[in-house]
């Protein structure tokens, strides 16, 4: 299959069905022809939907593609605590992040909570000390990199 021939119609494709292409990439191993494919979407990607994805893709690639060559499929998300874009942080207002900061609030650089709001220039997260909720208001500036958590 010609990856780049096809690319654009599988994007589309992708985002019909309600995903974002990450990445997709040909390669050879042990001469066996795999399809890589990476996807996003807001809400969280579960095996089920990896599973229903895989099977609409691998149909849809077996309808465009003329060459008849075999191939693996591999579909995948950018996994559960997948890194985020400070442009797209609207869209993920009350789920439970990890922030790391450039400059340190009250000496923490630190900081995994929920995400409760989201501004023009900051976000506000709610996050436990113990048994005590506190909440802290982070310029966007100040945000070295920020990804979704996994709530323990």
Do not use: C, W
């Not at 599988?10 to 050879?28: T, V």
């Amino acid at each position: 299959m010609d990856i780049i021939r096809h690319k654009e119609a599988l994007e589309k494709k992708i985002n019909e069905l309600g995903y974002d292409l990450i990445s997709i990439n040909r390669k050879i191993e042990k001469g066996d022809v795999i399809i890589s494919i990476v996807v996003d979407r807001v809400d969280p990607i579960d095996m089920d939907s990896i599973v229903s994805l895989s099977n609409e893709l691998s149909s849809y690639i077996d309808s465009i593609d003329e060459s008849n060559e075999k191939y693996f499929l591999d579909i995948s998300s950018l996994g559960a605590e997948k890194p985020l874009k400070i442009e797209s942080l609207k869209d993920y207002v009350s789920r439970y992040v990890n922030v790391h900061i450039v400059n340190p609030i009250e000496g923490e650089n630190i900081f995994e909570g929920d995400l409760v709001e989201v501004n023009e220039d900051s976000i506000t997260l709610s996050y436990r000390i113990k048994t005590r909720v506190k909440q802290v208001v982070i310029l966007l500036s100040n945000i070295y990199k920020i990804r979704l958590a996994i709530k323990f």
